[in-house]
């Protein structure tokens, strides 16, 4: 294995608290070790244990994605697209498929550790860059684990309802949530009791945990199949016409809605220290996670706006709805089911992403020691993991996170256009006879000038799409293509041993405008999230994690194994 230095916080050169800063900030964990690197050790307690399968890793990317989103967000985008709403599915899922391309190159890159997004721009960039995206990242997983707490506490409680010995006599603040304090805090019991069941699953190991998110995505899965059947059969062809009643643009606008009901295969990639064989694995658990949600977003679609004109269809409820017109109360009963199922994975599934990355940056050093420890017998992040239950369980038990729901998403696609151009970043290759700018400027800045400029021009095409400006356009577009071609020619590249991304330069760069795109299609108080939540973590950096912080920390030892060949085995 290569020698590596050690990095200190402060250098003995820098006179100043903003130069050891600064240095700490531009710090990057070396990318070392082959392709077949599959073990990691750690002085904190043992290793996590690989025993993840690939059936396993397309059952969690399945169950991250597909919640109760399935049966809720295609009537609501279809009031507006019409039948159209399906090509809105086919749209956000190319534009997902893109991204997961990125995601699946990466994944196979770095197959032996955790921290997905946050390792990529860890090695890609540096260390500061690598903060800010774990922390865009958090906000979004917590607020979202206590929202889907709160949905999930309201669903069990409906279905219990079902039965007549539960009816009208279940307290509003046990399941649905009752203010108080003139809404400052809305109390449900029910939600922090889900979680601490779902975290002390998570807890007691993998396989369990695992065994759980299959049971419960393979129910939902077969469920949704059971609906698409039986709704197929009820469908009237005049429904679809016209395909997209208004427009074109109300389709462009149901993809940018629809984009959300995809994310959750990127949690496939954190779960790279548990697979069994995740250089091979990983990249197809990604994708193959990813078409199957498709599929699936995609025939609901059709059922849904075939079986009932869309200017009908619900707002809350549209699949429940539209069986129930045709008499079939029986398949309503099966969609709460499936939609309690697909809550319960996706909250699992999201506690579980969250702990892993808290794991990483205990191990860099970013965060406590703490969260880095790994139970000695059950092999999981317990620490890591109860601290996850708890900030959700606090949350989705006293406040009504849902009204905080619009500010969501940014971590995200944040996260995702990081990932797109840490594949660009990682494929380029310094080469001295390109001298053209490297007077003034070295062509790993000159590239990242480039990826900056795509990103820009994806928020100002973005803005212009939101507020009419369709004349105006054409200048983010004409740079963001300028800027794309820049990067494409004005670089070397070099082909990844394993699973590659195809068509890079481009194909990772319109993932970034299109991510930015989406990101400037958001409320604009989730823009000033994002301003006050980077600020605060530079804060949080500035203050504890550049004074802890190693590349290759202390507590963290890798060791890297050649991958066994069949005659080995």
């Avoid at 820098?14 to 240095?23: E, I, R, T, Y």
């Avoid at 690598?130 to 917590?142: E, S």
């Avoid at 429904?239 to 496939?268: E, I, L, M, Q, R």
């Avoid at 108080?525 to 802890?548: K, N, P, T």
Wanted: glycine share 8%; charged share 10%.
């Amino acid at each position: 294995m290569a020698e590596h230095k050690r990095y200190s916080p402060s250098s003995s050169s820098s006179s100043s608290w903003f130069g050891n800063f600064w240095s700490s900030a531009l710090r990057s964990k070396p990318l070392t070790g082959s392709s077949s690197d599959t073990h990691v050790r750690t002085t904190s307690g043992e290793a996590l244990v690989r025993r993840l399968g690939l059936f396993d890793l397309i059952l969690l990317g399945i169950g991250a994605s597909i919640g109760a989103g399935i049966f809720v967000v295609t009537g609501t985008v279809a009031r507006d697209a019409g039948p159209g709403v399906t090509i809105s599915f086919i749209l956000a899922g190319a534009s997902c498929v893109l991204n997961a391309l990125c995601y699946a190159e990466l994944a196979s890159r770095f197959p032996a550790v955790v921290g997905g997004a946050y390792l990529y721009s860890y090695t890609a960039f540096n260390e500061l860059t690598a903060f800010l995206v774990f922390g865009q990242l958090m906000l979004d997983y917590h607020i979202g684990a206590a929202s889907i707490a709160r949905s999930l506490a309201s669903y069990f409680v409906n279905i219990l309802e079902l039965f007549p010995l539960f009816r009208n006599h279940i307290p509003s603040w046990i399941g649905h949530g009752e203010e108080f304090f003139g809404g400052t805090l809305s109390i449900n019991i029910l939600a922090p009791i889900l979680l601490a069941v779902l975290t002390i699953i998570l807890c007691l190991g993998v396989q369990e945990s695992s065994a759980l998110n299959s049971i419960m995505t393979m129910t939902k899965v077969v469920i949704v199949i059971f609906v698409i059947v039986v709704g197929s059969f009820e469908i009237d062809v005049l429904n679809w016409s016209p395909f997209a009643p208004n427009g074109f643009k109300a389709v462009v606008t149901g993809a940018t809605v629809v984009f959300f009901a995809y994310v959750g295969f990127d949690a496939v990639a954190n779960s790279a220290e548990e697979c069994k064989k995740p250089q091979r694995d990983l990249p197809i658990g990604i994708l193959g996670s990813l078409l199957v949600c498709a599929l699936l977003y995609v025939a609901v679609c059709l059922v849904i706006t075939g079986m009932v004109p869309y200017k009908l269809l619900g707002e809350d409820a549209p699949l429940a709805e539209a069986f129930t017109s045709k008499g079939l109360k029986y398949v309503t009963v099966l969609i709460s089911i499936a939609a309690v199922a697909g809550l319960t994975t996706t909250l699992l599934v999201g506690l579980y992403v969250q702990s892993r990355l808290y794991l990483g940056l205990g191990r860099d050093g970013l965060l406590p020691s703490v969260f880095a420890k790994v139970h000695p017998t059950r092999h999981t992040p317990v620490h890591s993991q109860v601290w996850v239950g708890v900030v959700a369980a606090i949350l989705g038990g006293l406040f009504n996170v849902h009204v905080l729901s619009h500010i969501l998403s940014v971590g995200s696609l944040t996260g995702y256009s990081v990932v797109a151009a840490c594949v660009i970043s990682l494929r380029w290759k310094d080469k001295a006879s390109n001298l053209v700018s490297s007077k003034w400027i070295s062509n790993w800045q000159e590239g990242l000038i480039c990826l900056v400029a795509v990103a820009c021009s994806g928020f100002g095409a973005g803005l212009c799409y939101r507020f009419d400006a369709l004349f105006w356009l054409l200048v983010p577009l004409i740079t963001g293509v300028l800027a794309i071609v820049a990067v494409s020619y004005r670089q070397v590249y070099v082909e990844h041993p394993g699973f590659s991304c195809p068509g890079v330069p481009i194909v990772p760069a319109v993932c970034i405008f299109f991510n930015i795109f989406l990101f400037a299609q958001l409320h604009h108080e989730a823009w000033i999230r994002f301003v006050i939540l980077s600020i605060i973590s530079v804060g949080i950096y500035a203050f504890y994690g550049q004074y802890h912080a190693n590349p290759l920390s202390s507590n963290q030892t890798i060791v890297y194994h050649r991958a066994p060949t069949e005659e080995a085995k």
